[in-house]
């Protein structure tokens, strides 16, 4: 339970992180999705149950405060989680081209299910969709690639320091 | 037996979450197509929860770019305190003007005796997030229920229509643009008096659609709203028509828009809580007028 909280509170900091300060970057589309990076180090860390739950939940709140009238991250991040945990074993995790790789790919993927999602539910037209596939998806997916190790690491260090507290709280 | 199933849920523990969750998800997909109030309090719950975050972040954001712009500004401020005057000067000569326009406009107005007049009430609300993904375009405000905030309200700002309100906790509320895939809105060619319906395409532009082949529509022609869907004031004006398509045969032509309000860097946004239709002076005059006193009854009659 205590795992749970910190990692949702550090899912929500993350959030807040990709809503606000992505309209500072001076190309928007290239906009990096934090809370798929967490979703992903989570893939490779927690327990079925809390890292599915916690991903749920992260794709719940990217769906509250997006246009998206369905909620079709919180469809798509448990998909994402349980993607990697399933091959979690036969990735090396340390390589920081690995998660690079991984964090584009699975950003791009993630990208095209939505826009096919939106399109069949939503009866929504995407006038220009490959063009816009590569103009929007495309520096989007770099993007989150690029950023995907630093946030392993951030995430890492920080419920390392957390946690490694709190147990010599309780030795003490 | 309950052994039994003791153990194929533990074997199977990984696929059984997957199920769940996932139907959990296409049930809260369900339950927000169908706009039931138990997937709104949700929806309003964890926006009052996570928005302080946002605020926080945003707060942040905008001292820390204050103070990298600092220094580059101080050398332009002189030049732009000279443009600001000039342009003040500017804004109180037309605002004399518009005045003028005004008061004669009232009068026509008594002389035909037109038999309403709209007003408007707004409450002002500050952008503390944006959409985190690239293919919705929506952003977090900071006023909600208890500011009168509901759901449907039209958010507009001064250079334009922005977008509607989605979603709604307490205190925040998470506004859909007009350029998003899932709004649509009716709206009007202010030179022609054309109908139309704007319609979100992403990246800052709006599609026209069921525009009339007949209507003479030009490039730069400014489209408002209509005033007959949702909470929409009629006259606001939603953008610039910026391309025209009359390729090919049918009914209709192709046009696209380009939003007045810069919808990427939108900072602050009025919302309208109210869209009151008030008689005019004239009916009001008539309709206050005294009733005649009744007959006083004479003693013997």
Redesign the interface.
């Known amino acids: 339970m205590k795992h749970f909280g910190f990692f949702l509170i550090l899912g929500?900091?993350l959030?807040?992180?990709?809503?606000?300060?992505?309209?500072?970057l001076p190309f928007?589309?290239a906009?990096p999705?934090f809370?798929l990076a967490f979703t992903l180090y989570l893939g490779f860390t927690s327990s079925?149950?809390i890292g599915?739950?916690l991903?749920?939940a992260l794709?719940?709140?990217?769906d509250?405060?997006?246009?998206?009238?369905?909620?079709?991250?919180?469809?798509t991040r448990?998909?994402l989680f349980?993607g990697v945990?399933l091959y979690r074993s036969r990735f090396n995790l340390d390589g920081f081209v690995f998660q690079s790789l991984l964090g584009w790919v699975t950003a791009f993927l993630e990208?095209c299910f939505?826009?096919f999602l939106?399109m069949t539910?939503?009866a929504?037209t995407?006038?220009n969709l490959y063009s816009?596939l590569f103009?929007?998806?495309l520096p989007?997916s770099v993007a989150t690639g690029i950023v995907a190790p630093f946030v392993f690491i951030l995430v890492n260090r920080t419920s390392a320091f957390v946690f490694y507290r709190s147990k010599v709280g309780l030795k003490r | 037996m309950r052994i039994r199933s003791f153990f194929f849920v533990r074997r199977h523990h990984r696929l059984i979450l997957v199920i769940a969750l996932l139907i959990t998800a296409l049930a809260l997909m369900s339950l927000r197509a169908k706009q039931r109030s138990g997937v709104d309090f949700l929806d309003g719950l964890w926006l009052e929860l996570c928005s302080p975050f946002h605020e926080v972040s945003t707060g942040l954001a905008k001292n820390l770019q204050g103070l990298f712009h600092l220094p580059f500004q101080s050398s332009r401020l002189g030049e732009e305190n000279i443009e600001l005057r000039q342009q003040v000067a500017r804004l109180k000569e037309e605002n004399s003007r518009l005045k003028e326009a005004a008061l004669a406009s009232e009068r026509l107005r008594r002389l035909l005796e037109f038999k309403e007049t709209v007003r408007i009430s707004m409450v002002g609300a500050e952008v503390i997030g944006r959409d985190p993904s690239s293919w919705f375009k929506s952003v977090t405000i900071n006023k909600g229920e208890k500011d009168g905030v509901r759901k449907g309200m039209a958010v507009t700002s001064p250079e334009g229509v922005v977008g509607q309100v989605l979603r709604t906790g307490p205190h925040y509320s998470v506004v859909l643009l007009i350029t998003d895939y899932n709004s649509a809105l009716d709206g009007l060619i202010q030179r022609t008096r054309g109908r139309t319906i704007v319609e979100g395409r992403g990246e800052n532009r709006c599609q026209l659609k069921y525009l009339l082949r007949t209507e003479d529509v030009v490039v730069g022609d400014i489209v408002i709203t209509s005033g007959l869907t949702g909470n929409f004031p009629k006259g606001l004006v939603i953008g610039e028509i910026r391309r025209v398509e009359k390729e090919g045969q049918g009914v209709f032509q192709e046009a696209e828009l380009v939003p007045c309000a810069d919808l990427s860097k939108l900072e602050e946004v009025l919302v309208i809580t109210e869209t009151r239709v008030l008689p005019s002076p004239s009916v009001e005059a008539k309709e206050a007028k005294p009733k005649k006193p009744a007959p006083i009854r004479r003693k013997g009659r």
């Open positions: 929500i900091v959030l807040s992180l990709q809503v606000v300060w992505g309209k500072f928007p589309p906009r999705d809370t079925s149950f599915g739950s991903a749920f794709g719940y709140l990217t509250l405060f997006t246009g998206n009238v369905f909620g079709f991250y919180a469809l448990p998909l349980y945990q990208g939505v826009v939106m539910l939503n929504t995407v006038p816009k103009r929007l998806l989007q």
